[in-house]
Every structure is written in structure tokens, then in C-alpha cells.
DNA sequence: AGAAGGACCAGTGGTCCGTA
DNA sequence: AGAAGGACCAGTGGTCCGTA
């Protein structure tokens, strides 16, 4: 493992970009000295070793991540589960790692990625950035979409189903509708509104997200075309 | 085989840009009625049936495209030779089938290529194109960014490699050097240099390419340091 | 049951090297 | 010898499904 992490963000003093270096995959070394602002997002407990309310967790054997459950702006989540903001602030941690493969690249003057592919995911990894990982970041990159676009619309949605009780899946599908409604507005081009957006356009259009619109234009077009032949 | 190139090229009508449908891989169909623009630029006799110079080509067993030749600006490669406008015109042919994929897959609601990829190539020789294919249009983007980027300057190191009689490999490799000079006038972005312009961009800048501008720009910031340091 | 993520897979960018 | 291009390979985008 290598400190790029560190180098990383050290620079940032008192920004609102959280820290990471948070979790450690393995319970080799403890540092519990005031969990700093991704620790207090992600409401991990570094390694477990205080045992507050479950025991077989002593062992150190617990790998993934708590599960994300719906929480409101600014919430904090409790018991062992993620909430929303922390969900998010991975998609900026993502962009930051992307921003260092891409000093790398340049300096050394190899081909620069514009997008958060494998090779950025390695380096997190790598950077000892373990709770990050490419399935999580795509499965819910339509909800981190929402978020940049329309942050009101998010907001509400997130406070409506955390009320109704709904869980993350629930949550997570309904955050595609208000995405096709955007597109609607914007002539369907899913594709522009990502790349022009600056937190979104190092992001691919999940596959599903450019499907619904597709759809959703396909059928509206033909609702219109029919209207105009058949119902003058 | 499907007809697509025959619908990328059908409204071109009287323009500059050349048909494809030229030399089939095949030698089942001939179709010699008057060679059109493609045909004329790349030397190439349809199913070579008339055996004007050679007896076993008549077998109809050749597949391979002639091999370039290095040839002056307007001129037509003689012999069994293809010239660099024909190259060049390559590069037109791709960039149209790219377009075409881009309709479709805009069409379709599919993820859509901003760059020549296998998948255009792929197209191209559903379409016909045989003679096209991935290695060598690789091998010569350069050249073809050459001309895109300078063309008077290319045409000018045409005419002096045909005069010496310089081989196509002699010339290929002596289009880097004008390149690198063009990149150090633009602040060594290679890659800014290719995605702005507007034939270039959906190439992908040549790894070799690349490497010899960090390599020159990297030898030329250690001699200014060091002409700072020792030479005040 | 609901959710996290290791690991797989088809098709990519890149180009070598057996071929003519 | 010089050159064209089939075919291979490491690493990609994408996401399934065995796991907890």
C-alpha cells in the first residue's frame, strides 16, 4: 500500500472535501484519535476493537462496508449503516483519485483518462481507499446524477422515503424517474447533460439510465405521431 | 454483406469525396464500367481479370492491397502501388463510417463511439471496405495528422522523399518530427492538438507520437534548468 | 429479505510477427 | 528487403451472482 491518499488531500486543510484514510481493510493498526469527516459520514467504527454492542465483530473478520440506508440531508446514520451524503462524498472521492491518475499521466506523458475507469478504482485501492470499489460506484451513479442536477428534487425524494421507510433499492429506483424527466426537458440527450456537467462528465451514463430514455422519448414520440394522425 | 456503404455514399454525388465499393476481396463479381473516384486514386484493377502485366494473378488469389508508395500531392501511383492521397482518403472513408455508426446508435438509444473503434472497423467491412482494416490505418495516423494539421509542410516532405526515392517506411518515419514541432509551438498537448481539430479528433493520438513530444519536450526543459543553473 | 463486491466475460485498444 | 494485416494479448467496461 502506498500513501498516495495521503498526498492526496493533505493540502486541503479545512475545505469541505473530506478526508479518507478512514477504515482500514485489514485490523492491523488502529488509529482512533477523533474520526475525522469521512469517518463521521461513513459511521465506521476503525476496526471495531471497542465491541460497543455486537461480539462475534472482535474477531475482525467483518470485510464490507455497511449497507447505505435512506437518509436525510445532513443526517447521520445510525447503528451500523451508511447514509446518503457519505454514498455521495464517495462519487468526490472517486473524482479526486481520478485527478491524481491524471497528474500522473501527464507528467510522465502517457494517455490521460477522462473517465473513472479501472485504472482509477486500482488506484484507490491502491491508496488504501478499500470501501471504494467499481460495482458500488456504477450501481449507483443515476442517485449521485440526481444529486448534481437537481439537488432539490434529490433532497425531496431522499426526506419521502426515508419517511415512508423505504429502503436503499426502493430509494435507488425511484431516482431514475425525475432523471428522465431532466432528459425530457433537455432533447433526450442524456449523454450531453452528463458531459457537460463538471462533477458528472467523468462518469459513464449507466446503461439502465440511457435505456429509460430512450424509452420514455420512443413512446412519447409515438403517442405524438399517432395524435397527429388519428386525432387531427 | 450488408449495403451500407452504398447508403453513406449515395448522396454524395458530384462531391470531393470519393466512392468505396471499389476492389472486392472477392474476385466472384466484376464490375469495371469505368473506374470511379476511389478506383483511380488507389491503382487498383477490379479482380485484375484482364492479366495486363502478370501471368498468376490471374488465379485470382492476391488479397492484399498494393503497397504504398511514396507519391507527390495530386499525383496517381503507377505499377502495382497505391499513393498517399489514396492513404489519406482512407481516413475520410473511416470517418464517414464512424458517422454512420454514430446515426445508428443514436438512433438505437445506444452508447455512441466518439472514436474510430473496432466496432467501426467492424462496420466498414460489413460494408465492403475490406481493404480497410485496423493495423494500418494505425500505422499511418500520424502521416494522415501530418496532413490535417500542415498540409504544406507535408506535401513538401512528400515531394522530397519521393525525389530521393525514399520508401514508404522512410517517410512514415519522417513525418514525427514536423509533428513534434507543431506540438512544442502548442505547448506540447498532444492530445489537445488531436481533439481539436475537427478531422483529427476521432483518432487516437499514436502511442509513439505521444511518447516522442514528452520525450522532447522533457530534453528540452532539462537543457533550459540546466542552461539556468550552470550557464546564468 | 436486501445489499456489498469478488470475479467473471465479451469485446477493446494496441501491435507483433508469420506471411507474401 | 519492405510492407500489409490476421490474430493475439493484457487490461477494459459492465454486471452477475455466490456471499454475508
Known amino acids: 500500500n502506498t500513501n498516495y491518499a495521503l498526498d492526496a488531500f493533505s493540502q486541503e486543510g479545512l475545505s469541505e472535501e473530506p478526508v479518507q484514510q478512514v477504515h482500514e481493510g485489514t485490523c492491523s493498526k488502529r488509529k482512533q484519535r477523533g474520526k475525522n469527516v469521512a469517518a463521521r459520514l461513513s459511521n465506521q467504527t476503525v476496526c471495531e ?4 454492542d455486537e461480539e462475534d465483530e472482535n474477531v475482525c473478520e467483518r470485510q464490507r462496508e455497511h449497507p447505505f440506508i435512506v437518509t436525510e440531508p445532513g443526517e ?3 447503528g451500523k449503516k451508511n447514509g446518503l451524503d457519505y454514498l455521495f462524498n464517495l462519487y468526490e472521492q472517486c473524482r479526486n483519485f481520478l485527478i491524481q491518475v491524471q ?7 502517457e494517455k490521460c483518462p477522462t473517465k ?3 485504472q482509477v478504482f486500482r488506484y ?6 478499500s470501501y471504494i470499489n467499481k460495482p458500488k ?4 451513479v443515476h442517485c449521485y446524477a440526481l444529486h448534481c442536477l437537481d439537488e ?3 433532497n425531496a425524494l431522499r426526506r419521502v422515503y426515508k419517511e415512508r421507510g423505504e429502503n436503499v ?4 429506483q425511484a431516482c431514475y424517474k425525475p432523471l428522465v424527466s431532466i432528459a425530457s426537458r433537455q432533447g433526450w440527450d442524456i449523454d450531453l447533460i452528463f458531459s457537460t456537467h463538471p462533477r458528472l462528465s467523468i462518469w459513464y451514463v449507466p446503461t439502465k439510465l440511457r435505456q429509460l430514455c430512450h424509452a420514455e422519448r420512443s413512446s412519447r414520440a409515438a403517442a405524438t405521431s399517432s395524435s397527429i394522425n388519428y386525432c387531427g
Chains 1, 2 share one sequence.
Open 76 to 78: 447521520v446514520a445510525r
Open 169 to 172: 433499492g426502493s430509494w435507488r
Open 49 to 52: 476493537v471497542e465491541s460497543d
Open 103 to 109: 497528474n500522473i499521466a501527464k507528467a510522465s506523458g
Open 124 to 129: 484507490a485501492k491502491e491508496a488504501g481507499a
Open 137 to 140: 460506484m456504477r450501481h449507483y
Open 152 to 154: 432539490e428534487t434529490s
Open 116 to 118: 473513472v475507469t479501472n
